[in-house]
């Protein structure tokens, strides 16, 4: 009996340490606590392009430059109207999705010596960044992400914020320049692990943002211009550069521009934009705007109505752009020609900028899969000169830009697009975004009190 018991005894013992190796109680492999480098980033570039660059704030700067309209009666966005809490899920978006995540992913990037990694959550933290301040002017950031040990970060000066997305392109360069083996396969959606394309990316955002400091206090337009030349020099070189993320578009794997225009949404394209195309003669019409499905005809509907309207009579965004399995062209090929065609403009005078200009327009066409002999008689009519040239390159890399919130940054820039008056306006164009509620709330700030029509610090005049 006593060996039947030391038998039984020992078997028991065996069959809990066995058990220790298959199933610990106190861990859910469907919601682990700890997650590798490869599992943060997938999401992360999903956040960017469907919260970020197609989110709730960028249907709004839409209404801005008059490309869409709320089919509502006004006020609404589109004559300006926004309230504190309009702003609550797109900071969150911000802040909390991507921002801290790619933080994230970085600090654990660069324990790990993944610098393939550690150089991408730079790269997309500084887009971020951008997209960040470009909208709001002043945001935390050098105090931000320390968890409890600070829940009230200060802002930092926009003017510090682009010397920080600066510093974070150089040093995201400088980690891929490292040559890690590791490097990203699936998880990338973006470029599938190509960090040469990586690399392109970080300097044509470079150009970008030097690019916006051509009228801030203490530069001058010279200087940013040939700071953006030197760092094309090694930016995107084709439309394969482009940085972009497809979309299924099965249920639930939609082109958020598709959801953003849904019926529900009352949202469609703005006349301003429609009657743009036509008047141009622009051949990328019936590709870039879906006719209007009650008529067949490219119709869009006037900001700041009065009266509600039938929604099939106007149009929707194309397919290439709004199809549920369209791509978003977050940073293009065609912006960094076109950065070269604005920066070449105040180096050397139009006619050295018009050839830059024409490849830029033709990048976007050939994209489009425009025949070259329509691309060619639409451009012969679109010639730069010296009184025009600025407000051609402006324009045309607004069209190749499409529904991207670069727009509205370029046009706080240089006025252009000219857009024309909103019936019922509440006010001029916005020059900004209002700060959120949830962080007027819990993080007071000075910077809370702005209002839209207040400029950010490098919306200087």
Known sequence: MKKILIVLLSCILIDISGCKKYIDVNQDPNHPITVGEAQILAPAEVAISSNLFAGNVASIVQEYMQVAALNQVAPDAGTYLMYNTDMDGDWTNLYVTCLNNLVTLNQMAEKDGKTNY????????????????????????????????????????????????????????????????????????????????????????????????????????????????????????????????????????????????????????????????????????????????????????????????????????????????ATNYIVNYSEALFLKAEATLTTSGYASAQPIYQAAVMSHMNKLGIAAGDANTYLSSRTLTNANAEQLIIEEKNIANYLSLENFNDYRRTGFPVLPPVPNALSTVPRRVLYPEVEIISNPQPQHSAKLTDRVWWDAQ
Request: with cysteine; aromatic share 10%.
């Open 118 to 325: 550690s150089g991408i959550a730079k790269i997309l933290t500084a887009y971020c960044l951008g997209t960040g301040t470009d909208l709001w002017g002043d945001i935390p950031y050098s105090q931000a992400f320390k968890g409890i040990v600070n829940l009230t970060p200060k802002y930092d000066a926009q003017k510090d914020i682009y010397t920080q997305i600066q510093s974070l392109l150089d040093a995201g360069i400088a980690d891929i320049a490292k040559g890690s083996t590791i490097v990203p396969n699936g998880d990338d959606y973006i470029y599938a692990g190509d960090m040469t394309k990586w690399t392109k990316l970080a300097y044509t955002l470079k150009a970008r943002y030097y690019m916006h400091l051509s009228k801030a206090p203490g530069n001058t337009a010279a200087a940013q211009a040939q700071l953006v030349l030197t760092a094309l020099a090694n930016g995107m070189q084709s439309n394969d550069d482009d940085f972009k993320m497809a979309y299924p578009g099965a249920a639930g794997q939609e082109n958020p521009w598709q959801q953003n225009f849904i019926s529900a949404s009352t949202l469609v394209l703005a006349n301003t934009v429609v009657d743009g195309f036509k008047t141009r003669n622009d051949p990328r019409l019936t590709i870039m705007v879906a006719p209007a499905t009650n008529t067949g005809l490219y119709t869009g509907l006037p900001e700041g109505i009065t009266s509600i309207n039938s929604l099939e009579d106007y149009s929707r965004p194309g397919d290439f752009y709004g199809a549920a399995g």
